[in-house]
């Protein structure tokens, strides 16, 4: 496979905590959301985040990892639902994301809860979001069947 690159942008006018800005997506696969420090330091309806951008890229690489471990343990996934929270925290150093907690329930015949747990674990090691974080931001993975 050749190296594909994929680009998103961000547009910011006015300072930190009374700015705002726009990310837009190059694939256009999704819409142009806005952005401000209140929508990142709180909950704001209808605009996004940094961090809920990371946690929307790291659950869905984690869910495409753990389908390709179950595939090739013979027990491919009927459904895997995952969520990712991205914490984000003032600590000493400043604000920063201090951790990603991946929660997956899955549907897999034949598959036990420790055989599920194992493979959930490889896949929050291995998927390329947890690559590029490990080291600097703690994550955690949870896993049940249904």
Do not use: Y
């Amino acid at each position: 496979m050749s190296e594909v690159v994929s680009r998103a942008k961000a547009v910011w006018e006015g300072d930190l905590f009374h700015g705002k800005g726009q990310v837009s997506f190059d694939s256009g696969a999704l819409p142009t959301k806005d952005v401000t420090w209140a929508a990142r330091s709180s909950k704001v309806p209808g605009m996004t985040s940094p961090e809920e951008l990371l946690a929307a890229a790291h659950a869905s690489c984690f869910a495409m990892a753990l389908s390709n471990i179950l595939a090739k343990e013979g027990k491919p996934a009927t459904r895997l639902e995952v969520t990712a929270d991205a914490v984000f925290a003032k600590t000493d150093e400043g604000f920063r994301i201090t951790e990603v907690r991946l929660n997956v329930v899955g549907q897999i015949p034949g598959m036990s809860q420790d055989g599920f747990q194992k493979a959930a674990s490889m896949a929050g090691d291995g998927c390329p979001v947890s690559k590029a974080l490990k080291g600097n931001v703690k994550i955690t993975v949870s896993a049940k069947l249904v």
